[in-house]
């Protein structure tokens, strides 16, 4: 689904009663930017979308999320259970 970039600041900044926010996880810095990937979910359809930003890594940055596009690309996602193995050392079991 497609959103207008001001919808979605106001998902990004939590200003909208319409959608949800699941995570605003970091993906990878490049030189100049922090990526991240925010999943949000729709309260009306229950339906959970995800979409790409980022912003400057530094105060020099002046990077916005989304600062060049009029809309932006919200794909479908739907959640998945996993279990995660950890391994400790013995002796922090102690």
């Known amino acids: 689904m497609y959103l207008s970039r001001e919808v979605a600041l106001d998902i990004l900044y939590d200003e909208t009663d319409k959608y949800q926010i699941i995570e605003d996880k970091y993906v990878e810095n490049t030189r100049w930017s922090?990526?991240?990937?925010?999943?949000?979910?729709d309260l009306e359809t229950k339906k959970y979308y995800a979409a790409y930003h980022s912003k400057g890594a530094t105060e020099y940055q002046d990077?916005?999320?989304?600062?060049?596009?009029?809309?932006?690309?919200?794909?479908e996602v739907f959640p998945?259970?996993?279990?995660?193995?950890?391994?400790k050392a013995l002796s922090t079991l102690r």
């Open 34 to 41: 922090i990526n991240s990937r925010l999943v949000i979910q």
């Open 80 to 87: 998945e259970e996993r279990t995660t193995i950890i391994y």
């Open 63 to 75: 990077e916005e999320p989304w600062e060049d596009d009029n809309e932006v690309l919200f794909t």
